[in-house]
């Protein structure tokens, strides 16, 4: 297959905002690369359109795509080949690496058309945002090989790695999805929650009893043990047992031989309350080896099992897995958790939670499996949403489905002290089509200067973000407020997210960076 069909692809799922016309595209795709006899292939697509390079990382970001050859004419670059060629350049090390990675990359652009070019720019920089997320993808993958969709995404969740499958689909069809079965030391596609607004609406929604959990805030990991082997994984699949020394030794306590196991890392003060969610992460952010001794330790707390001593759990009902789970675990190594269906008892338990510095609670119903890679109606969370009204200080041009919308905004608090405003982060979450298309006009009426034109190939040295007046308020949810020594401030919005824009407000009227602080030190 050629370069240019799953480029051209892309661009057509990017373009529409149909669910239904992203598979359909999809899935023509895919039958068409199977009949040509090269499963392997099916997966580099599939991984290519989910956003992803089978290898993961080849060191290859804007900065290497600062100036690149002129397109070609015609199209000669197949799917083989630019695979190949993206492994030769991770793989490339040592004295004059820089030099080569440059001269490869350079040779793959200088081959590709301008539309494989755009593809292979998005694809390297990770923003084909096209829409085709894993739901999407299981569903074109499941069309392709003529299979149930949710054989797919099973296979995906268990095997841990929807190219693989989606190359055993297409090659020979359900049957072969039997082979990705759960297995100690490969991770699992975690379970994901849905929202509920409060305790009684999840109580209402599991309609019945339910199991509550204290939701900490810290990094959810998944444990394997085999014997006296110990794997740690983040929630998206990532390695990090040799940054954990303290979780493994944790596990290897635990009174059994084989385990894969759901939990939480966290790092607590003294008296036991969470450090700032950053303290946690930066254990993550580290490249492998012995820890730094004066780093803050993490503790762990499981709250799910899905395997013990050869036997599968992720079938059985929540409240049987979570009896092997106390059965295994010392009760403070497991999260806090309250079984009720009193919607004041669920409200108390909520309050202590949150008093003791955590994000909220967990709602589960006592008879759900354990649903793999999804987020299922039985797991539902329940935490209290912050909202800030802030001014927009500037805007960037969007990509893919966006392009051509001004969509990403910059939020700005207000600063009495300098009549001025202190930028606390960036968001695109939330925006509906119609509010894009509105605050495309909007932020063009207030652009500062002559704003640059949107378009679909921008070169990374081409200014892409319009700076505005700042009038316009917008009000923001937020989960909390972390440090940050990217903005002025000292703080950025932790996964900010647009509710509406604030017509009746105007930016005198807009929270100043005092209250932002507050409910910083709130959280300190």
Do not use: C
Request: net charge negative; aromatic share 6%; no cysteine.
């Amino acid at each position: 297959m050629l370069l240019v069909d799953v480029a051209t692809a892309s661009a057509d799922v990017a373009s529409s905002s149909s669910r239904l016309a992203k598979t359909a595209r999809i899935a023509e795709l895919l039958r068409s690369e199977g009949e040509q006899g090269d499963p392997r292939l099916v997966g580099i697509v599939v991984s290519w359109l989910s956003g992803e390079l089978t290898q993961r990382q080849i060191g290859v970001g804007w900065a290497s795509l600062r100036s690149v050859p002129e397109p070609a004419d015609t199209p000669t670059l197949t799917v083989e080949d630019v695979d190949a060629r993206f492994g030769e350049i991770g793989a490339t090390a040592g004295r004059g690496s820089q030099a080569r990675r440059a001269e490869l990359l350079a040779g793959l652009f200088a081959g590709a058309t301008a539309v494989e070019q755009t593809f292979l720019r998005r694809l390297l920089t990770g923003e084909l945002r096209q829409g085709a997320l894993v739901g999407v993808m299981a569903d074109a993958v499941g069309r392709a090989a003529g299979v149930p969709a949710a054989a797919v995404r099973r296979a995906a969740m268990l095997g841990g790695d929807l190219p693989s499958v989606a190359a055993a689909a297409v090659a020979d069809g359900e049957p072969a999805l039997q082979q990705f079965t759960l297995q100690v030391g490969r991770p699992v596609g975690p379970m994901l929650a849905q929202t509920a607004s409060g305790v009684a609406d999840a109580l209402d929604r599991l309609g019945g009893p339910a199991l509550f959990e204290a939701k900490l805030d810290g990094a959810r990991v998944q444990i394997h043990r085999r014997g006296d082997t110990v794997s740690i994984f983040t929630r998206s699949l990532d390695d990090v047992t040799a940054r954990l020394p303290e979780v493994v030794d944790a596990t290897l306590a635990l009174p059994v031989t084989d385990l894969i196991a759901d939990a939480e890392a966290i790092a607590l003060r003294p008296d036991g309350r969470p450090h700032r969610f950053q303290v946690t992460a930066s254990r993550f952010g580290r490249r492998g080896g012995t820890p730094d001794p004066m780093q803050q330790r993490l503790s762990v707390f499981f709250f799910d099992l899905l395997h013990a001593d050869g036997v599968d759990l992720l079938d059985l009902p929540s409240r049987e897995r979570i009896a092997r789970l106390d059965a295994t675990v010392p009760a403070a190594q497991r999260v806090d958790r309250l079984e009720t269906s009193d919607p004041a008892a669920a409200q108390a338990f909520l309050e202590a939670t949150l008093a003791a510095g955590h994000e909220g609670v967990m709602a589960k119903s006592p008879s759900a499996p354990y649903e793999a890679g999804r987020r299922g109606a039985g797991w539902l969370k329940v935490k209290p949403v912050h909202t800030l009204d802030l001014v927009v200080l500037a805007v960037e041009w969007g990509s893919g489905r966006r392009t051509g919308k001004l969509s990403n905004i910059h939020l700005g608090a207000r600063d009495p002290a300098t009549g001025g405003f202190v930028m606390l982060g960036k968001t695109f979450k939330g925006m509906t089509d119609e509010m894009l298309t509105w605050q495309t006009g909007r932020f063009l009426e207030l652009a500062d200067g002559a704003a640059p034109a949107a378009t679909s190939d921008r070169s990374p040295t081409d200014q892409y973000v319009v700076t505005v007046r700042p009038e316009q308020v917008v009000e923001i949810a937020f989960d909390g407020i972390q440090t940050s020594s990217r903005y002025p401030g000292g703080m950025a919005l932790r996964f900010a997210r647009v509710l509406r824009y604030r017509d009746d407000k105007t930016a005198a009227e807009a929270d100043t960076i005092d209250t932002v602080r507050e409910i910083y030190d709130r959280g300190s």
